[in-house]
T-cell receptor, first 113, second 112 residues
């Protein structure tokens, strides 16, 4: 079975802190994605990566950056956390191509106080 | 750009009743369509997908969805729901690349 793991299920950070969310997949997938999920807004794509060291902005990249140094690991970075970044963050991976399924991790619920 | 509309944010239903969750998409080109399900405190998992061929696709747990090109719809149905189907359901469309555009989700609430 494909497994996508995220470093924390729950995280509480203070405004202005630098926050790292880690995601690891074990299926050698080319593509990895970061979404945020908010009630009533569904999932919105923050960034994605189609190869090591490659990244593309999604629909809401402002306030975020990403890093992909190894194929299996994709990190989301909040340079200076703000309260409006309180959300559920979901990582996903996939083999690539428009018809391919994405496999999701369990999510990290981040609270910024 | 494509978009996905899920017309109902919540659908309450009694156990063993039929249910339909509605999804409409906008796109001027061919699309691939997906339904994902999110059980409480879990990530999303694929329920079913339409890529080509038969317009009716089925999942292993009794859900089905029909692709209707003329109405740009991909509604999800189940003839008899169980308590365990309580979850949030997301419709998504893929076009061209590997990214998905998701709808806002429909919470299916099944009560005894």
């Amino acid at each position: 079975d494909v497994k996508v793991t995220q470093s924390s299920r729950y995280l509480v950070k203070r405004t202005g802190e630098k926050v790292f969310l880690e995601c690891v997949q074990d299926m050698d997938h080319e593509n990895m994605f970061w979404y945020r999920q908010d009630p009533g807004l569904g999932l919105r794509l923050i960034y994605f990566s189609y190869d090591v060291k490659m990244k593309e902005k999604g629909d809401i990249p402002e306030g975020y950056s990403v890093s992909r140094e190894k194929k299996e690991r994709f990190s989301l970075i909040l340079e200076s956390a703000s309260t409006n970044q309180t959300s559920m963050y979901l990582c996903a991976s996939g083999v690539g191509g428009p018809a391919s399924e994405q496999y999701f991790g369990p999510g990290t619920r981040l609270t910024v106080t | 750009a494509q978009s996905v509309t899920q017309l109902d944010s919540q659908v309450p239903v009694f156990e063993e009743a039929p249910v339909e969750l509605r999804c409409n998409y906008s796109s001027s080109v061919s699309v691939y369509l997906f339904w994902y399900v999110q059980y409480p405190n879990q990530g999303l998992q694929l329920l079913l997908k339409y890529l080509s061929g038969s317009t009716l696709v089925e999942s292993i747990n009794g859900f089905e969805a029909e692709f209707n090109k003329s109405q740009t719809s991909f509604h999800l149905r189940k003839p008899s729901v169980h308590i365990s189907d309580t979850a949030e359901y997301f419709c998504a469309v893929s076009q061209g690349y590997s990214t998905l555009t998701f709808g806002k989700g429909t919470m299916l609430l099944v009560s005894p």
